[in-house]
């Protein structure tokens, strides 16, 4: 079971502005916070009690009170795993304690990924993809990756996907679908403008509209008709999160093992096919 700071630091995406203050002093000053009240603690995190109490909630706790003994017992001499070694990397860790911080975080957000992830909306993806004539798919920057594999692994389900990697052919993309389509978008903060640009534009022309975010209140989330919510940890080293191309790809890795499934009459044939080109293709090299 995932301890209180490391569902802190993984949930930490999912806050909003004022809930993350309070994470922010929870994680950087846990042995105070464990002795706090709810007016200490909202008045070091320059937040209402109100909001406080909305923090421990959204992190999974049902009030201060659940929430603060869990913390106390978590910090108690006694527990085997030290808290820092579920902290953000320090100057003073050498590679070992690096090495085992990052890969706690990649562990703890997978872990948390499905505490966030709304089955019913996952179903509903699962649904929209099997049921789609064609499905565009939109993501620019550091998702372009994860989208062109995407893209790869719809395909070997016997899903006709679109994609390019030109934000101006997302666009074009998104304006050619029609009704009983399906436009796709990725983006870690829910407010790329390109991505949006082309959700809107597949609205517009009558798609359903998919979107993986680890925000579930940005733009993005908003806009679209079925939202799909990744975890992710935080570091300050990296401009962004870095563990959400891993959470996406094991995300991904679940949509299309429940659409071969689902498909399984179309895919299994497709599938064989595909192992047969490839083994081909080995045999040549």
């Not at 806050?15 to 464990?34: I, M, Q, S, T």
């Not at 089955?119 to 049921?131: H, K």
């Not at 499905?135 to 679109?162: E, H, K, W």
């Amino acid at each position: 079971m995932a301890s209180v700071l490391e569902k802190v630091s993984a949930l930490y995406t999912s806050l909003n502005e004022a809930e993350r203050r309070v994470a922010d002093f929870v994680l950087n000053h846990p042995e105070e916070a464990r002795g706090c009240s709810v007016i200490h603690l909202s008045d070091r995190s320059g937040v209402s009690e109100t909001t406080v109490v909305r923090f421990c909630r959204s992190i999974g706790f049902k009030g201060y009170a659940d929430f603060k003994l869990a913390l106390v017992a978590e910090l108690a001499p006694h527990r085997e795993a030290p808290p820092e070694l579920h902290g953000d990397v320090s100057t003073e860790d050498d590679l070992p304690r690096l090495v085992q911080k990052v890969v706690n975080m990649d562990v703890q957000a997978l872990a948390s990924t499905m505490e966030l992830l709304d089955v019913t909306q996952f179903e509903l993806a699962v649904d929209a993809l099997a049921n789609a004539r064609r499905v565009a798919i939109f993501g620019v920057g550091s998702s372009l990756p994860v989208c062109m594999d995407l893209q790869y692994r719809l395909q070997r389900c016997g899903v006709n996907t679109l994609f390019s990697v030109d934000d101006h052919m997302q666009a074009i993309n998104a304006a050619l679908l029609q009704p009983g389509d399906v436009g796709l978008a990725v983006s870690y903060s829910g407010e790329s403008r390109e991505t949006i640009d082309s959700v809107e534009l597949a609205k517009e022309s009558g798609a359903q509209t998919i979107c993986v975010t680890s925000f579930r209140r940005s733009s993005l989330a908003k806009l679209c008709d079925i939202c799909l919510i990744t975890s992710a940890g935080r570091t300050k080293w990296l401009d962004e999160n870095i563990t959400v191309r891993l959470v996406q790809l094991a995300l991904f890795d679940a949509l299309c093992v429940a659409l071969a499934r689902l498909k399984r009459a179309e895919a299994m044939p497709l599938l064989e096919r595909i192992a047969r080109a490839v083994e081909h293709k080995r045999r040549q090299s």
